[in-house]
């Protein structure tokens, strides 16, 4: 009777058109794979080894050969049909030692955090002293021209605090980050210093790739993060400027070594009806070198492992083959990615469904979607399943940057969407680590990620 109140109604409001679904069924399914996942399951284990024995995984270091060879052994021991490794290019940049930077004035000199941005040049061995001028955006460095020449340049444009979605105040900000030594450059400044994306004060500087785009040789400066206090203490003391004199001294030891090799791991399971439609889970192996990447991407990669090893466990045989895939290089280059996508392309596998942790591992609240409208109408018909679970945004737009390439106008891209307020306090920071994670937060992300798959392997996609 429930099963046949939940069909009428979902029919009356036009969100079910044909096709029905076993309510009973899916729901009895999706409470074993979560009591499997909180029970039994090996996503925080694998990670706790990820973040604490390997460490971070910037593309072409030592951790990241580390952290193949890990994933391939740990999905090699699942039982899967197949496991193997997708050779792509990758960059090459290394830190080098740790970063100095202070703020000089007449009564003395004031030790600030910052980290070199992914990418950057170095500064000369001797560092950097400059004045400062700061800004609010690239148009306003476009429009001071010249007069930003000789000058390191501030960036100081906060997340906006007011957008309850993080990951948009995050998108509201980043150009600084990406685009602010290639606009600055041109201009003749010296370096730049940008505001860390985080909506928390505190002193840890957050680093993220930058790019100086068709910028020539001599106009490629030297780029840093600086953390949210110490661009509250410039900042103060940029607005006393007529009674404190006031420079900035900057020195870092970066450098941007040749193309290297790194790989996606991937393993799947054949698909026992339609072998030839895919349905891929993943994240991103990679990470910045600050910390050990726990919340970015290292949570990602233990849950959509996490998703094959409770199909295997519970006797799920799917109908279409289960793909997982570490994609490799997503901090500063997607060439894992992209290289995924072309040879997906080039074999003209079709994927129908493609998911994506990379939010952290945070308490799960939904998905976001990009696909056609049946099938968002289809995956909000089965919203009922998840909410006992408390999962309850089902929103249009969502994926990753490791799956958008294979984004194509008959599949379903989706990304997990964890709860957010903390991620920035972590995201690229040296706080990413496994201590930051919360074991039964990341077991719920697992469970709700294969929980969606489930369906979809189930229903097809429209």
């Known amino acids: 009777m429930k099963k046949n109140i939940l069909f009428i109604t979902l029919l009356i409001t036009g969100i079910v058109s044909a096709q029905t679904y076993d309510f009973e069924a899916d729901s009895i399914q999706i409470r074993k794979i979560y009591t499997e996942a909180l029970t039994k399951g090996k996503s925080y284990d694998w990670l706790n080894y990820l973040s604490n024995q390997i460490g971070a995984r910037l593309a072409g270091s030592e951790g990241d050969k580390k952290a193949v060879a890990w994933g391939k052994a740990e999905l090699e021991k699942l039982g899967l049909d197949k496991v193997w490794l997708q050779e792509v290019t990758v960059p090459h940049w290394v830190r080098g030692e740790k970063e100095e930077a202070h703020i000089i004035t007449q009564y003395g000199n004031f030790n600030v955090d910052v980290c070199a941005l992914g990418s950057s040049i170095a500064t000369p061995n001797e560092g950097i002293t400059a004045e400062v001028i700061e800004v609010q955006s690239l148009e306003e460095v476009e429009k001071l021209g010249e007069k930003v020449k000789g000058k390191i340049v501030f960036y100081n444009r906060p997340m906006p605090a007011e957008k309850i979605e993080t990951m948009q105040a995050y998108g509201a900000s980043v150009d600084q980050r990406y685009s ?57 003391m940029l607005k006393e400027s007529d009674k404190i004199d006031i420079k900035f001294f900057l020195k870092q030891h970066c450098k941007n070594l040749p193309d290297t090799v790194s790989y996606n791991v991937i393993g799947e399971i054949k698909g026992r009806e339609f072998p030839n439609e895919i349905m891929v889970v993943g994240g991103h192996l990679d990470s910045w070198d600050l910390g050990d990447g726990s919340h970015d991407d290292g949570a990602g990669i233990v849950q959509s492992m996490e998703v ?12 279409r083959t289960l ?89 379903v891209m989706i990304g997990l969407r964890p709860d957010s307020q903390r991620y920035f306090d972590y995201h690229h920071t040296a706080a990413d680590t496994f201590e930051a994670v919360n074991k039964r937060e990341l077991e719920l992300g697992a469970a709700t990620m294969a929980s969606i798959i489930y369906l979809f392997d189930k229903y097809g996609i429209k």
């Not at 094959?308 to 109908?319: E, W």
């Open 180 to 236: 602010g030594a290639r606009v600055a450059g041109k201009y003749g400044a010296v370096a730049v210093i940008v505001r860390s994306m985080n909506l928390k004060i505190d002193n840890y500087p957050h680093t993220g790739t930058m790019s100086y785009g068709d910028n020539k040789e001599n106009e490629k400066i030297p780029a840093a993060a600086i953390s949210t206090n110490g661009a509250e203490l410039l900042n103060r």
């Open 323 to 411: 793909r997982v895939v570490l994609f490799a290089n997503e901090e500063n280059g997607l060439g894992g990615g992209k290289g995924y996508a072309a040879e997906a392309q080039k074999k003209n596998e079709k994927h129908i469904v493609a998911l994506e942790s990379d939010a952290g591992g945070f308490t799960p609240r939904g998905f976001g979607f990009t696909c056609n409208d049946k099938n968002f109408e289809q995956a909000v018909a089965w919203k009922n399943l998840f909410e006992p679970y408390n999962i309850h945004i089902f929103r249009r737009g969502g994926g990753g940057a490791d799956i958008n390439p294979l984004k194509k106008d008959d599949n």
């Open 308 to 319: 094959l090893r409770m199909f295997k466990n519970l006797g799920i045989r799917p109908r």
